[in-house]
């Protein structure tokens, strides 16, 4: 079993950052690849950014290249994702997501496909304001 936990969502004015965190149990961290999620209200789940479990590649959604940065410390089994000029359209629950079965190790274009990681986290809000 592998828990995720995120932290560092919160109320941020446009143009401005925040750091959000997903600390991850499990011995094996440093081989999972890991993603990032969101969902705003109405709103499909849509990827926002990955991270290999080789730590060699990253991967993001289009909507967010240039402004969001992931990264990952596996000495804190810890992943990140920081957000910089941020938009009221970043408003959503961001969810981390684990792939801890190798999965996403055949398919680098995989990343943004939910149903390829087999753990998740509960989620942080983050509300952009305007």
């Known amino acids: 079993q592998v828990q995720l936990v995120e932290s560092g969502g919160g109320l941020v004015q446009a143009g401005g950052s925040l750091r959000l965190s997903c600390a991850a149990s499990?011995?094996?961290?440093?081989?999972?690849?890991m993603g990032w999620f969101r969902q705003a209200p109405g709103k499909e789940r849509e990827f926002v950014a990955g991270?290999?479990?080789?730590?060699?590649?990253?991967y993001y959604a289009d909507s967010v290249k240039g402004r969001f940065t992931i990264s990952r410390d596996n000495a804190k089994n810890t992943v990140y994702l920081h957000m910089n000029s941020v938009t009221p359209e970043d408003t959503a629950v961001y969810y981390c997501a684990a792939d801890t079965k190798g999965a996403l190790s055949y398919c680098s274009s995989c990343y943004a496909n939910p149903y390829e990681y087999d753990y998740w986290g509960q989620g942080t809000q983050v509300t952009v304001s305007s």
């Open positions: 499990g011995r094996t961290f440093s081989s999972y690849a």
């Open positions: 991270f290999s479990g080789s730590g060699a590649n990253t």
